[in-house]
T-cell receptor, first 117, second 111 residues
Framework: DTEVTQTPKHLVMGMTNKKSLKCEQH?????MYWYKQKAKKPPELMFV???????INESVPSRFSPECPNSSLLNLHLHALQPEDSALYLCASSQGGALGQTNTEAFFGQGTRLTVV | GEDVEQSLFLSVREGDSSVINCTYT??????LYWYKQEPGAGLQLLTY?????DMKQDQRLTVLLNKKDKHLSLRIADTQTGDSAIYFC???????????FGAGTRLFVKA
């Protein structure tokens, strides 16, 4: 199983709503990532969790709140978003040094296309 | 800072070879990647190369690395219409968590 599964695939939310994006992998990877991708742009790193601890926060506004409940799951809680937050949100995972292995390639999910109205 | 640059567009005829080029600035880059993104989809890892390699071949894909010039290329042999997508070059230093992506090259394949 080399899949990273993201739900939902599409999400429309109002600026006062609270919603969550979910990501799951069963590859035994110990690093998980959230990226934001605007149209025709490369992905931009938001957060990295390593061994369920937040390792990197790329100065993301607090209206985005990540959570890593266990080594297979990664959530992104959304609250009071702005229309400019509309984008494709990609989750990824990598070995992250698990089992003494070098962290090499990251595997991406299909993304959640978020529209804030 | 680190930077990865790619040309934005490439158009080829079906059956021809495509060559997508990339340059990077970080001399400590250890891993270099090519990702493919089809419309509305996530990124699919196509291949990657370690910085101590010059070439890697995987079926129709050939990756060439010129470490001296910090130049990476992806050659797709016998390009098909299904290869139409955006191709992202990316680099990572020493297997860390930060992968730097280029802007992506949009490949158009004409039938």
């Amino acid at each position: 199983d080399t899949e990273v599964t993201q739900t939902p695939k599409h999400l429309v939310m109002g600026m006062t709503n609270k919603k969550s994006l979910k990501c799951e992998q069963h590859m035994g990877h110990r690093a998980m990532y959230w990226y934001k991708q605007k149209a025709k742009k490369p992905p931009e790193l938001m957060f990295v969790y390593s061994y369920e601890k937040l390792s990197i926060n790329e100065s993301v506004p607090s209206r985005f709140s990540p959570e890593c409940p266990n080594s297979s799951l990664l959530n992104l809680h959304l609250h009071a978003l702005q229309p400019e937050d509309s984008a494709l949100y990609l989750c990824a995972s990598s070995q992250g040094g698990a089992l003494g292995q070098t962290n090499t390639e990251a595997f991406f999910g299909q993304g959640t296309r978020l529209t804030v109205v | 800072g680190e930077d990865v640059e790619q040309s934005l567009f490439l158009s080829v005829r079906e059956g021809d070879s495509s060559v997508i080029n990339c340059t990077y600035t970080d001399s400590s880059s250890t891993y270099l990647y090519w990702y493919k993104q089809e419309p509305g989809a996530g990124l699919q890892l196509l291949t990657y190369i370690f910085s101590n390699m010059d070439m890697k071949q995987d079926q129709r894909l050939t990756v060439l690395l010129n470490k001296k010039d910090k130049h990476l290329s992806l050659r797709i042999a016998d390009t098909q219409t299904g290869d139409s997508a955006i191709y992202f070059c990316a680099e990572n230093d020493d297997g860390g968590f930060k992968t730097i992506f280029g802007a992506g090259t949009r490949l158009f394949v004409k039938a």
